[in-house]
């Protein structure tokens, strides 16, 4: 069983930025990939970005967003000039394969709220 914990989330001004964290604990040298996902009220989750956690380049969705990691399976989320629609809640996600369908990934976090202000 793997475990993510996000963390850094909060309210932020609009043209500002915000580091969100996602550490993975257990059984994680069965998962190769950690990703992120933001689901705003009212609307249906969407992916945001993702990258193996053995190597490889990330794959962000959008280029004000920018996804790394470091070699304590910890990922993170860059997230630059955000606007009001970037508020939600986002979610740290790991799986066995790189995709933007969430339902790949098998371990999910509990949520962190990023509110961009106006």
Not at 46 to 51: H, I, N, R
Not at 81 to 110: E, F, I, N
Request: charged share 15%; proline share 3%.
């Amino acid at each position: 069983q793997v475990h993510v914990v996000e963390s850094g989330g909060g309210l932020v001004q609009a043209g500002g930025s915000l580091s969100l964290s996602c550490a993975a604990s257990g059984r994680t040298s069965s998962h190769y990939v950690m990703g992120w996902f933001r689901q705003a009220p009212g609307k249906e989750r969407e992916f945001v970005g993702a990258m193996s956690m053995s190597g490889g380049e990330p794959y962000n969705t959008d280029s004000r967003f920018a996804v790394s990691r470091d070699n304590d399976n910890t990922i993170y989320l860059q997230m630059n000039s955000l606007k009001p629609d970037d508020t939600a809640v986002y979610y740290c996600a790991a799986g066995p394969r790189l995709s933007t369908d969430q339902r790949r990934y098998t371990s999910w976090g509990q949520g962190t709220q990023v509110t961009v202000s106006s």
